[in-house]
């Protein structure tokens, strides 16, 4: 196949000179290897062409551009915003425009069906203890359906076909021709959608999507933004192939072929939009992953990281003999739920940005583009990578093609490039000699721009690797496109790989694979049975019957099926969990055995006495139409190597400035070894071999690098503060609690902690000082440090002084008012980290646990007076001593609260005792994993140097807050010392009371809470620790640049809480509401004090069900509060929880609820100037008897609107019994239902920001009647649109500040 290859790179858009770029490549293909021309305006001869195959952007353009087909949804009645609200989590927790990508689809259609799945015949946690007399009492109307899972429903409801007719009429009448269907268990049973799909292709619409057909699996979200995009693309796509085809004479004879997301190919009658969106990274993928070999190489033995460096971002994946897939993913935030290769993308690239911002150095997200590019391509562009490597020598202008400047035929301006980069290093001199550093040259600044970029590629590559149990170490780095041969060699040391790879076609990677791939086709099939002797054989019948039908696909394209291979899957879970593993069947058939193997090296355990449940089944059958190429041995004694090109200077970080010969690649031969420094260049890439690298010529003239980690003298590390390592050691620190937070998810079996991500990770100082957070849930954020502190000075100066900490001891705790706790249910696992004996970091997760006992199930209970009724409430116990688990002790305080039956009516121990021990072990093992990453980097840096970078890290965080606080209090002509302040009320009326102290000398601030109201005779009484988590989110929230979140934002604060208030609770008071609804309402004090953006819906809307058996927990989004500049986001989560919510047919598959309706609250919003965001309307149907509770806040105070600005509706919540009458519940309060009864909840919207007519901000009146000068007004909305309204990118006020700075 070499021989044979002509490698060819052209602009992918030039309509000046052609029409469509791939086929312009053939026709100079063709002219090339026949001698002939082939004319531009001329049909090009497809005699001399057997097959085509085409990776194609143009499905991943449509979608990151939103250029793609009009198209409408239809959905189930209820559902029209769901995929509006998708999981309800924002996607940057300190973004105060919380921005997302709008839906796909123009309009929306309903469709009035239902299919209700019924009790069970035998008891079960669904079910309940009594199903059959349940089914008689409450029984469900409708016809009785089985699916091909065996799974039985009930048809309540078909569609309506002549309102459906009427209804897609409108939509063809808007010109909109293309049609998605997601209808709520179409995966079980597709019928409706059938009858819908008929209707639509009936009355004329071209492209009918229906989910059941894209991708039948449960999740009606993933699957409903699946067929959407199906929808939305692939009539786009099929344009563009009939555009493509058109310029040909006659492709009957000839195979046309497109690359999938997943790695084969398929014709292009089987090519849709939802499986093209990583048709050009996955042509790179399938062309590292075979031809990344070597003579002598061990295939089986062979682990490869992929590394794929473009322009604005860099992928990243790993193959070890087979394709590693993934089932859904996210790209533009859309989700596909489709096999998809598992690549990562991270935003650095060649075009990304440099900063120097408030003392540290960062790289991105901001990327340069093409246009204006990087300075260096005389477009007048921006500081980029590509400059660095410029200035470093390590690309030269004469090697490069000649295509910039306004005639497009100047070299790269060198010279810009270092003007540019010298006015980055005048600002980090200047800087630098306030704390007594020394100054830094150029190229000293260019190449810690460099190290920064190569530690945030690094970043998904751990996480890659580690996060499944692997060794990075061990694995290969295989290096392709443009940019990535001039980082390998740090990437690959780095991370202490040993070899990198890199492909004589590496520019041109995606286009190899891609004639590499196989011709593939799949099937795949719903299932709902316990994976074991008895429904094995049944399973294999199934598979059997896809496998025909995967292979007839490809015989119908030519193959013979004696040349087939097939992979057969059983997508498997534990009972109870809901993250399920794509087992390929093993030799000899064991799916349990594989399936059990690939969890304990993922997850670190297994299940013991859970079944395995089987939700799907998937063939995979693969055609091979191309062999593929053969390793050759390079010969012993190659000759002499060529002499360089060019003798140039070069910075290293080993060794600095020093001679460098560059080469030619076309000059060496086989066998040919260079030793580093050198800088090997071809016509598409440029490769640098670092000093202590070498590099290697294969037989094939492939290059491969030895690299060895330099003998470094930890004594020359130095502990004073240098931007470059600030910004190494805040990625370093993130990633260790990112990759904590990913153990724990991964290791635990709860839905809260699971699927609704309800926990947080971090790394704390041996003081307890936060030094990293994770992005998790910002409620947690400043509380944990005061979990550490106390755990600290309970066992060096409290009760447990004489027992004290040692090495193998795991510290539990959850106690509110004591301990640093948020409520009982948030559990809190503390790890010391030991280094010769003492401890010099702690690692700690907190993870909500779905129940943790007290008077309700969920303890959540609405109706809580005292602690007691809450649940097991621990201050400190050793979870594992010596390295031992301590299950019996743990057990006995989780069950302790039945003690207390004779005393408080109805209170129960844990009633989730299985699941609480697995979750713990998880956070065990979360730290774990926080622990190793922790001893590795002092390894790595010694102690006193990683030490010293905590504090610079929390130094650098604290300046930034010092500076918000001075500019502040300037803009809004304060005095040098004084004060502002702001008051909100909870819905009982107890005041918040914030004066906010400013003094401008030192950039501090006292916040003095004095005027809050008593503690109160309920459980809105919040624990000091929750206060500050409120504050120091705020704070974060307001700074104008990208800063790590750590205890440096609070070294600024002074805080005062009188004692005895609603913020700083006796021990005895409940607190469970203080977490998740008071939270919010000090966020809105904090925020409203500094006029920083309009109330969110300030509430979490917690609302649980269950009973003895079963227990559910969940979180409801509302409305965003808009800003200047912004309008709010409606159906999200705000400000102090960023928890998921369940997906409807999980929900109804694992609980005895029927989900009516779960959509926007259309004009709940506040109205202004900016609109605030509106609430959501989630309506619920029991099967059974449960008790229902519901915790809420903002159902008689309205979030506030700002400077004018209109306040929000606020919440209601609805009591719908099955005989008709309504009844309001209040905000807080448990009932008994019976089956068919429903609870509505109707959240509150977000607060205006500005007067909707037109007016000054002067004539806005707060809620609290107190007026607000018309000087003051205008001042504050000045300030703010200045620090907090990411107005031009919609996103943080750092990426704001990046804004203007584009500007």
């Given at each position: 196949?070499?021989?044979?290859?002509?490698?060819?790179?052209?602009?992918?858009?030039?309509?000046?000179?052609?029409?469509?770029?791939?086929?312009?490549?053939?026709?100079?293909?063709?002219?090339?290897?026949?001698?002939?021309?082939?004319?531009?305006?001329?049909?090009?001869?497809?005699?001399?062409?057997?097959?085509?195959?085409?990776?194609?952007?143009?499905?991943?353009?449509?979608?990151?551009?939103?250029?793609?087909?009009?198209?409408?949804?239809?959905?189930?009645?209820?559902?029209?915003?769901?995929?509006?609200?998708?999981?309800?989590?924002?996607?940057?927790?300190?973004?105060?425009?919380?921005?997302?990508?709008?839906?796909?689809?123009?309009?929306?259609?309903?469709?009035?069906?239902?299919?209700?799945?019924?009790?069970?015949?035998?008891?079960?946690?669904?079910?309940?203890?009594?199903?059959?007399?349940?089914?008689?009492?409450?029984?469900?109307?409708?016809?009785?359906?089985?699916?091909?899972?065996?799974?039985?429903?009930?048809?309540?409801?078909?569609?309506?076909?002549?309102?459906?007719?009427?209804?897609?009429?409108?939509?063809?009448?808007?010109?909109?021709?293309?049609?998605?269907?997601?209808?709520?268990?179409?995966?079980?049973?597709?019928?409706?959608?059938?009858?819908?799909?008929?209707?639509?292709?009936?009355?004329?619409?071209?492209?009918?999507?229906?989910?059941?057909?894209?991708?039948?699996?449960?999740?009606?979200?993933?699957?409903?933004?699946?067929?959407?995009?199906?929808?939305?693309?692939?009539?786009?796509?099929?344009?563009?192939?009939?555009?493509?085809?058109?310029?040909?004479?006659?492709?009957?004879?000839?195979?046309?072929?497109?690359?999938?997301?997943?790695?084969?190919?398929?014709?292009?009658?089987?090519?849709?939009?939802?499986?093209?969106?990583?048709?050009?990274?996955?042509?790179?993928?399938?062309?590292?992953?075979?031809?990344?070999?070597?003579?002598?190489?061990?295939?089986?033995?062979?682990?490869?990281?992929?590394?794929?460096?473009?322009?604005?971002?860099?992928?990243?994946?790993?193959?070890?003999?087979?394709?590693?897939?993934?089932?859904?993913?996210?790209?533009?935030?859309?989700?596909?739920?489709?096999?998809?290769?598992?690549?990562?993308?991270?935003?650095?690239?060649?075009?990304?940005?440099?900063?120097?911002?408030?003392?540290?150095?960062?790289?991105?997200?901001?990327?340069?583009?093409?246009?204006?590019?990087?300075?260096?391509?005389?477009?007048?562009?921006?500081?980029?990578?590509?400059?660095?490597?410029?200035?470093?020598?390590?690309?030269?202008?004469?090697?490069?093609?000649?295509?910039?400047?306004?005639?497009?035929?100047?070299?790269?301006?060198?010279?810009?490039?270092?003007?540019?980069?010298?006015?980055?290093?005048?600002?980090?001199?200047?800087?630098?000699?306030?704390?007594?550093?020394?100054?830094?040259?150029?190229?000293?600044?260019?190449?810690?721009?460099?190290?920064?970029?190569?530690?945030?590629?690094?970043?998904?590559?751990?996480?890659?690797?580690?996060?499944?149990?692997?060794?990075?170490?061990?694995?290969?780095?295989?290096?392709?496109?443009?940019?990535?041969?001039?980082?390998?060699?740090?990437?690959?040391?780095?991370?202490?790989?040993?070899?990198?790879?890199?492909?004589?076609?590496?520019?041109?990677?995606?286009?190899?694979?891609?004639?590499?791939?196989?011709?593939?086709?799949?099937?795949?099939?719903?299932?709902?049975?316990?994976?074991?002797?008895?429904?094995?054989?049944?399973?294999?019948?199934?598979?059997?019957?896809?496998?025909?039908?995967?292979?007839?696909?490809?015989?119908?394209?030519?193959?013979?099926?004696?040349?087939?291979?097939?992979?057969?899957?059983?997508?498997?879970?534990?009972?109870?969990?809901?993250?399920?593993?794509?087992?390929?069947?093993?030799?000899?058939?064991?799916?349990?055995?594989?399936?059990e193997e690939t969890y304990k090296r993922e997850f670190g355990f297994v299940l013991e006495q859970r079944s395995i449940i089987v939700d799907?089944?998937?063939?995979?059958?693969?055609?091979?139409?191309?062999?593929?190429?053969?390793?050759?041995?390079?010969?012993?004694?190659?000759?002499?190597?060529?002499?360089?090109?060019?003798?140039?200077?070069?910075?290293?970080?080993?060794?600095?400035?020093?001679?460098?010969?560059?080469?030619?690649?076309?000059?060496?031969?086989?066998?040919?070894?260079?030793?580093?420094?050198?800088?090997?260049?071809?016509?598409?890439?440029?490769?640098?071999?670092?000093?202590?690298?070498?590099?290697?010529?294969?037989?094939?003239?492939?290059?491969?690098?030895?690299?060895?980690?330099?003998?470094?003298?930890?004594?020359?590390?130095?502990?004073?503060?240098?931007?470059?390592?600030?910004?190494?050691?805040?990625?370093?620190?993130?990633?260790?609690?990112?990759?904590?937070?990913?153990?724990?998810?991964?290791?635990?079996?709860?839905?809260?902690?699971?699927?609704?991500?309800?926990?947080?990770?971090?790394?704390?100082?041996?003081?307890?000082?936060?030094?990293?957070?994770?992005?998790?849930?910002?409620?947690?954020?400043?509380?944990?440090?005061?979990?550490?502190?106390?755990?600290?000075?309970?066992?060096?100066?409290?009760?447990?002084?004489?027992?004290?900490?040692?090495?193998?001891?795991?510290?539990?705790?959850?106690?509110?008012?004591?301990?640093?706790?948020?409520?009982?249910?948030?559990?809190?696992?503390?790890?010391?980290?030991?280094?010769?004996?003492?401890?010099?970091?702690?690692?700690?997760?907190?993870?909500?646990?779905?129940?943790?006992?007290?008077?309700?199930?969920?303890?959540?209970?609405?109706?809580?007076?005292?602690?007691?009724?809450?649940?097991?409430?621990?201050?400190?116990?050793?979870?594992?001593?010596?390295?031992?688990?301590?299950?019996?002790?743990?057990?006995?305080?989780?069950?302790?609260?039945?003690?207390?039956?004779?005393?408080?009516?109805?209170?129960?121990?844990?009633?989730?005792?299985?699941?609480?021990?697995?979750?713990?072990?998880?956070?065990?093992?979360?730290?774990?994993?926080?622990?190793?990453?922790?001893?590795?980097?002092?390894?790595?840096?010694?102690?006193?140097?990683?030490?010293?970078?905590?504090?610079?890290?929390?130094?650098?965080?604290?300046?930034?807050?010092?500076?918000?606080?001075?500019?502040?209090?300037?803009?809004?002509?304060?005095?040098?010392?004084?004060?502002?302040?702001?008051?909100?009320?909870?819905?009982?009326?107890?005041?918040?009371?914030?004066?906010?102290?400013?003094?401008?000398?030192?950039?501090s601030a006292l916040l003095d809470f004095e005027g809050t109201g008593p503690e109160v005779f309920g459980n809105t009484n919040a624990p000091?620790?929750?206060?500050?988590?409120?504050?120091?989110y705020s704070l974060r929230c307001m700074v104008p640049q990208e800063i790590p979140l750590n205890q440096g934002c609070l070294a600024p604060?002074?805080?005062?809480?009188?004692?005895?208030?609603?913020?700083?609770?006796?021990?005895?008071?409940?607190?469970?509401?203080?977490?998740?609804?008071?939270?919010?309402?000090?966020?809105?004090?904090?925020?409203?004090?500094?006029?920083?953006?309009?109330?969110?819906?300030?509430?979490?809307?917690?609302?649980?069900?269950?009973?003895?058996?079963?227990?559910?927990?969940?979180?409801?989004?509302?409305?965003?509060?808009?800003?200047?500049?912004?309008?709010?986001?409606?159906?999200?989560?705000?400000?102090?929880?960023?928890?998921?919510?369940?997906?409807?047919?999980?929900?109804?598959?694992?609980?005895?609820?029927?989900?009516?309706?779960?959509?926007?609250?259309?004009?709940?919003?506040?109205?202004?100037?900016?609109?605030?965001?509106?609430?959501?309307?989630?309506?619920?149907?029991?099967?059974?008897?449960?008790?229902?509770?519901?915790?809420?806040?903002?159902?008689?105070?309205?979030?506030?609107?700002?400077?004018?600005?209109?306040?929000?509706?606020?919440?209601?919540?609805?009591?719908?019994?099955?005989?008709?009458?309504?009844?309001?519940?209040?905000?807080?309060?448990?009932?008994?239902?019976?089956?068919?009864?429903?609870?509505?909840?109707?959240?509150?919207?977000?607060?205006?920001?500005?007067?909707?007519?037109?007016?000054?901000?002067?004539?806005?009146?707060?809620?609290?009647?107190?007026?607000?000068?018309?000087?003051?007004?205008?001042?504050?909305?000045?300030?703010?649109?200045?620090?907090?309204?990411?107005?031009?990118?919609?996103?943080?006020?750092?990426?704001?500040?990046?804004?203007?700075?584009?500007?």
């Amino acid at each position: 196949m070499h021989a044979c290859i002509r490698a060819l790179k052209l602009l992918s858009v030039d309509p000046d000179n052609y029409p469509d770029a791939p086929r312009e490549g053939i026709r100079r293909i063709l002219e090339q290897l026949t001698g002939k021309k082939h004319p531009r305006n001329e049909k090009l001869d497809t005699s001399r062409i057997s097959s085509i195959r085409m990776g194609t952007t143009v499905a991943t353009n449509a979608l990151l551009e939103r250029k793609g087909e009009r198209s409408a949804l239809v959905t189930t009645k209820g559902f029209k915003d769901l995929l509006y609200i998708g999981n309800q989590a924002r996607p940057r927790i300190f973004d105060l425009e919380i921005k997302l990508q709008d839906v796909l689809y123009e309009t929306v259609v309903e469709v009035d069906e239902q299919i209700v799945l019924p009790l069970g015949d035998e008891p079960s946690k669904r079910s309940g203890k009594n199903p059959k007399q349940d089914s008689q009492d409450y029984p469900i109307e409708g016809k009785r359906i089985t699916s091909q899972t065996g799974e039985v429903g009930i048809v309540r409801r078909s569609p309506d076909m002549d309102s459906l007719r009427k209804a897609l009429q409108g939509v063809l009448d808007k010109g909109i021709s293309s049609l998605a269907v997601c209808l709520k268990h179409s995966f079980l049973f597709p019928e409706h959608e059938q009858q819908v799909g008929q209707l639509a292709s009936a009355m004329g619409f071209t492209q009918v999507s229906l989910s059941s057909l894209v991708m039948p699996m449960v999740k009606m979200v993933p699957r409903g933004y699946t067929a959407a995009a199906d929808a939305y693309l692939t009539p786009h796509i099929m344009r563009y192939i009939e555009t493509f085809q058109s310029g040909f004479s006659d492709l009957k004879e000839v195979q046309l072929s497109f690359m999938q997301s997943d790695g084969g190919l398929a014709p292009t009658n089987r090519f849709s939009g939802h499986r093209a969106v990583l048709s050009g990274p996955a042509g790179g993928y399938v062309g590292y992953a075979l031809t990344t070999k070597w003579h002598g190489y061990n295939a089986d033995k062979l682990q490869l990281i992929g590394f794929d460096m473009g322009g604005t971002s860099t992928d990243v994946s790993r193959y070890a003999g087979n394709y590693e897939h993934v089932f859904e993913s996210s790209l533009a935030g859309v989700t596909i739920q489709a096999p998809q290769l598992d690549i990562n993308t991270v935003a650095a690239g060649g075009g990304s940005r440099l900063f120097f911002r408030a003392g540290i150095f960062q790289v991105g997200p901001e990327s340069a583009g093409a246009h204006p590019g990087p300075v260096c391509y005389r477009k007048k562009g921006y500081p980029a990578i590509t400059d660095a490597n410029l200035v470093l020598g390590r690309i030269l202008p004469e090697f490069f093609p000649s295509i910039f400047g306004e005639d497009e035929k100047q070299p790269l301006d060198a010279a810009a490039s270092k003007e540019a980069l010298k006015k980055i290093t005048d600002q980090v001199n200047e800087q630098g000699k306030a704390s007594g550093q020394p100054d830094k040259s150029v190229e000293e600044v260019a190449m810690g721009f460099i190290k920064v970029a190569n530690e945030t590629m690094c970043r998904p590559i751990r996480a890659l690797t580690q996060m499944k149990g692997y060794d990075v170490a061990a694995h290969t780095l295989a290096c392709f496109g443009g940019a990535g041969g001039q980082h390998a060699c740090a990437i690959a040391r780095a991370l202490g790989m040993r070899t990198i790879f890199i492909h004589r076609y590496s520019g041109i990677l995606s286009a190899v694979g891609i004639g590499l791939a196989d011709v593939v086709a799949e099937e795949q099939a719903p299932a709902a049975e316990a994976l074991d002797d008895a429904s094995l054989e049944g399973l294999n019948k199934r598979l059997n019957t896809l496998e025909s039908a995967a292979k007839e696909k490809l015989v119908e394209q030519g193959f013979n099926k004696d040349e087939l291979n097939t992979e057969r899957f059983l997508n498997l879970r534990y009972d109870g969990t809901d993250v399920p593993v794509m087992t390929l069947c093993p030799e000899g058939g064991d799916f349990a055995q594989a399936f059990e193997e690939t969890y304990k090296r993922e997850f670190g355990f297994v299940l013991e006495q859970r079944s395995i449940i089987v939700d799907d089944l998937r063939v995979r059958a693969t055609g091979k139409a191309v062999p593929l190429p053969e390793v050759g041995e390079a010969p012993v004694d190659p000759g002499q190597l060529p002499k360089p090109d060019k003798l140039t200077k070069a910075y290293f970080e080993i060794g600095g400035l020093q001679d460098t010969p560059a080469y030619l690649l076309k000059n060496f031969k086989p066998g040919h070894r260079i030793a580093g420094p050198a800088i090997l260049i071809d016509e598409i890439s440029t490769i640098v071999v670092e000093p202590q690298c070498t590099a290697e010529v294969t037989a094939n003239m492939d290059i491969k690098l030895d690299v060895q980690r330099p003998a470094t003298s930890k004594e020359d590390l130095l502990t004073e503060c240098d931007p470059v390592q600030l910004a190494i050691f805040s990625h370093r620190f993130m990633g260790i609690a990112e990759q904590m937070g990913r153990t724990l998810q991964r290791t635990s079996i709860s839905v809260n902690i699971k699927e609704r991500l309800d926990f947080s990770c971090a790394l704390f100082g041996p003081d307890g000082a936060l030094v990293a957070n994770a992005p998790h849930l910002p409620v947690h954020l400043g509380a944990m440090s005061e979990a550490n502190r106390f755990q600290l000075w309970y066992y060096t100066e409290g009760p447990g002084k004489k027992e004290g900490i040692q090495e193998g001891d795991v510290l539990v705790s959850n106690h509110p008012q004591q301990a640093g706790g948020s409520h009982l249910p948030d559990i809190t696992v503390i790890t010391p980290v030991f280094n010769q004996g003492k401890i010099v970091f702690f690692v700690a997760s907190r993870g909500h646990h779905q129940d943790v006992g007290g008077i309700t199930p969920g303890s959540m209970p609405p109706m809580s007076h005292t602690l007691a009724e809450e649940g097991a409430a621990i201050l400190s116990f050793k979870l594992v001593k010596g390295g031992k688990f301590q299950e019996e002790g743990i057990t006995q305080l989780l069950m302790a609260p039945a003690d207390l039956r004779d005393t408080i009516p109805g209170i129960s121990g844990t009633r989730a005792l299985n699941d609480n021990l697995s979750d713990m072990k998880a956070q065990v093992a979360s730290n774990f994993k926080g622990i190793g990453l922790v001893t590795a980097l002092i390894e790595e840096y010694t102690l006193e140097v990683v030490q010293a970078y905590m504090h610079h890290i929390q130094a650098n965080a604290e300046q930034a807050v010092r500076e918000l606080l001075r500019d502040f209090s300037k803009s809004q002509n304060l005095k040098e010392v004084d004060t502002v302040s702001a008051e909100e009320h909870m819905d009982d009326g107890t005041p918040i009371h914030l004066a906010v102290t400013i003094d401008r000398r030192d950039g501090s601030a006292l916040l003095d809470f004095e005027g809050t109201g008593p503690e109160v005779f309920g459980n809105t009484n919040a624990p000091p620790a929750v206060t500050y988590s409120a504050i120091i989110y705020s704070l974060r929230c307001m700074v104008p640049q990208e800063i790590p979140l750590n205890q440096g934002c609070l070294a600024p604060i002074t805080v005062r809480i009188p004692p005895q208030c609603l913020l700083s609770p006796s021990t005895e008071a409940a607190v469970v509401g203080g977490n998740v609804l008071t939270s919010q309402r000090v966020t809105d004090v904090v925020l409203k004090c500094f006029k920083a953006a309009a109330a969110s819906q300030g509430c979490m809307n917690n609302f649980t069900f269950g009973d003895d058996n079963i227990t559910y927990y969940e979180t409801i989004a509302g409305g965003a509060g808009a800003g200047p500049g912004w309008q709010g986001r409606s159906g999200v989560h705000t400000h102090m929880t960023n928890t998921r919510i369940t997906d409807p047919e999980i929900l109804e598959r694992r609980y005895p609820v029927v989900l009516h309706d779960f959509s926007l609250r259309q004009g709940s919003g506040g109205a202004g100037k900016f609109k605030g965001g509106d609430g959501v309307i989630r309506e619920m149907e029991y099967l059974r008897p449960l008790t229902c509770s519901i915790l809420s806040e903002r159902r008689t105070f309205r979030p506030y609107g700002l400077l004018g600005g209109h306040p929000a509706l606020p919440g209601l919540n609805l009591l719908l019994h099955s005989d008709g009458r309504r009844v309001n519940m209040g905000g807080k309060t448990t009932v008994q239902v019976k089956g068919g009864d429903r609870i509505q909840i109707c959240t509150p919207g977000g607060g205006g920001f500005g007067a909707p007519e037109e007016g000054e901000a002067a004539d806005y009146i707060e809620g609290d009647k107190k007026g607000l000068d018309r000087a003051v007004a205008d001042r504050a909305g000045r300030w703010v649109k200045e620090h907090s309204a990411p107005v031009a990118t919609g996103g943080s006020v750092a990426r704001y500040t990046s804004a203007a700075e584009q500007a």
